[in-house]
């Protein structure tokens, strides 16, 4: 479970472009379950992603995972926490142009420490399990659409994490590529993952895979109005 | 002056190092000042990213400063034919004041870096950065002794008078270079071996007791920067003669040379390597903190002691061996 | 699958030391007997004929031999002296005493 | 091994990151490798004439004895040699002849000299390896000298000295006494100084200070004192010319500093992403390490064997005219080639310490860029 009390955040403070992204969120997120938060664009979702996989700090209150505070952690410990436990995927996929499919998955296990082979071999097979395994040696730029965002899922899971935050994850994908995005996020539900998603496709916030919709409003969780 | 390029990298360099130290003590100062660590403002955020400049910056320094003093070394060396009466690197130091200085700067530096990176690292395994006052406070200190040492090196050099014909006499110089190293070359050496085997053989007991037990780091530390001074003498006053079999020969720096096979590499590299995590092991048994510290400190601790035992071992095995396989015998 | 990249470039750094091994400590060997005779010719010769210089530089009596030059004008090439003959000024003469040569 | 794995996966992105844009890298690897392949050459250039001169002249005459009037060298007396042999210590006296000529046809300064024995007949001389590939025509296969009474005179050239002695004797021409003060002029009971012979190494400077009490005109130079001051000269051009290409040196360390601070927004990105899906600063700051390390260790190896080649198997052509002088009769010489830790040691210091530190700060500031910055795009 991750317990948020009173978050707030702000940036540029004490500046004249000071702007409350969030204004004292009081949440609780179960784990293995699929979440998503949803509400239109600049009301505050992304930003809660972000603090929710220790991307970022809260400006003021606090945030538990697990019964460990992580708020006050500096980004050195916060960083390990994040790696270990979150895998993201991000609007834009935000591939590494230049480098094939293969190394992009890998590129998260890098600082881990873990040897070669067996990070390539993850990646072969979480590749495969995502039916794109014969682009593997491509650079990624020559990838579709639909195939990027596959790219990104399995960089997302390549250490394993229990916990998956996606972000606008059907922005760029036609209904039925955004329902085989479902199928997988549900297979990952199967296998006991957490799923965290912030977007506003009635296609996902309707979807029989989601346990639980937040509805979000400039910075604020507004009552259910669904 | 002289100018050669070996000068022309060491005083540059050293500007350069001490310009960086500079710019990351500006830093410091402003971390000592305004640092909230319970804050998650932006602005303690910044400072947060300044402490991974700052570490950057002097584990760099650390590798330059150590690379430095041997160049110092080799550069005395390479110019000891440009004076009259120097035979070696002790020749060409005693050559005006700065020398010697310089070089006891340079290593009293060095050691200090090696600590400061100690305690960082230490503290960068701590989640509440427990240390951040009292290591950005030795940085001022460490800055301060890089920048003398930088003046000192400057002055060594632009204080040298190649010895050579010059206009109005063609000849006659005379050199008697007295130095520091003269006076540790003439302690008996009998009781400076006497000293130097007790030291090792305490500082080791002490290190199995901090080994076993955990406590006694402080004693440890402050025996550990003991028996490096006292290798030091040792290593001129008897250990240097036994490697050139010349009763004579006390300089401690042909050793660096081909003719002995480079073996004051090992010797200086073992005994600063144990002067360096043993001093280490000493600060760590001295700083008092937060629990999130009192976690980590241990573990760490055996290990610095281990690598500043196995550094004097292997220091007092290679200072053992020509005494032993040698044919040679230092009379009293 | 390709070969990974740190594992060329660490064969590489290998060729490259290598080549440096090569050079920088094989190759002085390789020659050593031969410059020892010659260097050894070389020093009979300046022992036999009294030499106190070498021939680096001939354009004007003192940069011949740096060490006999006048008593005040002696080493013009002192390590101080910024201005010695053409030898250490790094330009070449005017044109016309170039042209025309010998 | 784990800390391996990591070090390895970092260089892994890092060359590939270095490859995707090669040409900006390779410029730069090649700018960097230029730098270090011309201060290489200076500094195993200098260093090998040092170490010959310092071997070649270990030969030379223990002290010489100059007579001076008026602050100029002069012709010493050849009594002189006399009085000098009365010297306790001084174990031999000879007297040297020797001078310049100057040749017009080919604008050749050359070194004239009476060695203590002399085989051949008068009229006869042996030449130094450059002698006759500069001297021009010879007239029935003499060469063509004019007196100093300016007179002519034809010698013929009987025997070379053995080459590979080049760097000693190129300019040498060897002839008899006779001969050489009727070119020359200069008269008999002179001489152009003195070789003194000191047994004792440590009675040198005693012997120098009662030949100067002696003889208040002259000037003893010991063998000592010509080495160092050949060391010192070779160091110091050493020094001068780095100093030169100080500029060179400095315009590639804006240009690196240049290159680590405007990185592409692309590059940016990059390191944007990096962040985002979980490496830490320290983790960026590694891999810039790496990228560092590649770029310095590539272009130091690559410099410093270039640098070797060009010294030692092109004998330093690009540097002849700056370090040898423009005299037209270059001694032909090969040395002995040498690479100590030191000289590499400088070399390092001079080039890699300063372009790490200088890339440090622009490297951190895209380092700390905010992770989440990733997900605000």
Known sequence: ?226 | MIINPAIIALVGGSLLITAFALYALATALRILRHWDIRSGSEGQLALERKTYLISTIFAYLLGFELFSLFLFVFTAEHMHGLFVGAMCAAGSLGVNDYGYPTLILKTVTFMFCGVWVIVNHTDNRCSDYPLIRPKYRLLILLTVLMGLGTFLQTGYFAGLRADVITSCCGTLFSGDTESIAAGIAGLPAGATRIAFYLTVILTLRVGIHVLVTGRGAGAFGLLAGMTTVVSLIALISFIAPYYYELPTHHCPFCLLQEDYNYIGYPLYLSLFTAGVTGAGTGVLGLLKGPPSLEAVIPSLQRRLCLFSMAGFAIFTLMATWPMVFGDFVLGS | MTVRRSTGFLVFLLGCVLVMGGLFVVHPLIGGEEYARGLERRRQLVRDLGLTDLCLFTEARYTRHLSQADLHSAFQDHPMALEHFPSGSLVLPPPHLLEGGP | MKWIERQRAFMDYTLSSLWRRKLRNLALLMVYTLVIFLLSSVIFFTDALRKEAAAVLEAGPEMIVQRTVGGRHSLIPVAYAERIERIRGASSVRPRLWGYYYHQASRTNYTILVPETFSGPDDTVQTGGGVLRTWGALWDGRMYFRTHDGNSLFLLPTSAMSDGADLVTADLILMSEPTFRKISGVPEGHATDLVVRVRNERERPTVAEKIVRELPDTRPILREEIARTYAAIFDWRAGYVVVLLGSAVLAFFIFAWDKATGLSAEEKTEIGILKGIGWDTSDVLMMKFWEGAVVSVSAFALGAITGYVHVYFASASLFEHALKGWSILYPKFTLRPQVSAYQLAVLFFLTVVPYTLLTVVPTWKVAVTDPDAVMRR
């Not at chain 1, 991307?55 to 945030?63: E, H, K, N, V």
């Not at chain 1, 600082?111 to 071999?121: A, K, L, N, Q």
């Not at chain 1, 479902?182 to 346990?211: Q, W």
Request: some cysteine; charged content about 20%.
């Open chain 1, 1 to 226: 479970m991750i317990r948020l009390a009173s978050i707030t955040k702000t940036f540029n403070a004490g500046q004249p472009n000071e702007f409350q992204a969030l204004k004292g969120i009081d949440l609780e997120v179960a784990l293995d379950a699929v979440s998503v938060f949803a509400g239109p664009s600049g009301s505050g979702k992304t930003t809660l992603l972000s603090l929710l996989g220790c991307m970022s700090r809260p400006t003021s209150g606090r945030i538990w995972l697990e019964g460990r505070e992580i708020t006050s952690l500096p980004e050195r410990f916060a960083v390990r926490i994040r790696r270990e436990t979150f895998g993201f995927i991000f609007q834009n996929y935000n591939l590494v142009k230049g480098i094939t499919v293969l190394e992009n998955t890998m590129l998260p296990a890098y600082p881990t420490g873990v040897s070669h082979r067996s990070v390539r071999d993850r990646a072969l097979s979480l590749l495969e399990g995502l039916g794109i395994a014969s682009k593997a040696g491509q650079h990624v730029e020559n990838l579709s659409g639909g195939e990027q965002q596959r790219v990104a899922i399995a960089r997302a899971l390549i250490n394993d994490p229990a916990i998956i935050i996606a972000d606008e994850p059907t922005a760029h994908l036609d209904s039925s590529l955004a329902r085989r995005l479902l199928e997988i996020f549900g297979g990952f539900r199967r296998e006991g993952k957490t799923i965290l998603i912030a977007c506003h496709d009635p296609l996902i916030i309707e979807s029989p895979v989601v346990d639980r919709v937040v509805f979000m409003r400039d910075g604020r969780i507004v009552p259910h109005d669904h």
